[in-house]
């Protein structure tokens, strides 16, 4: 009986370690402007990719720019429990990307 739950507690943390950090849900907040006239605003977008600032960067700008926006920063990454607090500020650009 040892034996089988020993097997079971490595098996279920072999799984954890091996599922990829893109698997959890994974959200960034960013500025982004248009010229002539300017523009400006701030979003929500959920990633695919990395959930790290510095990944985020590429997705966002890609992701936007059909838009005719440039990404200004890269405020901050989070999870989704970050996602509530930031939908008021975002208004129509919460999760429009």
Same mark, same amino acid.
């Given at each position: 009986?040892? /034996? &089988?739950?020993? +097997? +079971?507690?490595?098996? %279920? ?6 599922? !990829? ?7 960034? #907040?960013?500025?982004?402007?248009? #010229?002539?006239?300017?523009?400006? &605003? ?6 695919? =990719? %990395? ?15 059909? =838009? =005719?926006? /440039? ?8 999870? !989704? ?8 500020? %975002? =208004? ?6």
């Amino acid at each position: 009986m040892k /034996q &089988h739950l020993l +097997t +079971t507690a490595l098996a %279920a943390a072999l799984l954890t370690l091996s599922t !990829p950090a893109e698997a959890a849900e994974c959200y960034a #907040d960013y500025k982004a402007k248009q #010229d002539n006239p300017l523009r400006l &605003h701030y979003g929500v977008i959920q990633l695919s =990719g %990395a959930c790290q600032k510095e990944a985020a960067r590429s997705e966002i700008q890609a992701r936007i720019a059909s =838009g =005719g926006w /440039q990404l200004l920063n890269v405020l901050s990454v989070f999870g !989704p429990e970050g996602l509530q607090q930031r939908r008021a500020n %975002a =208004g129509s650009y919460y999760l429009r990307f």
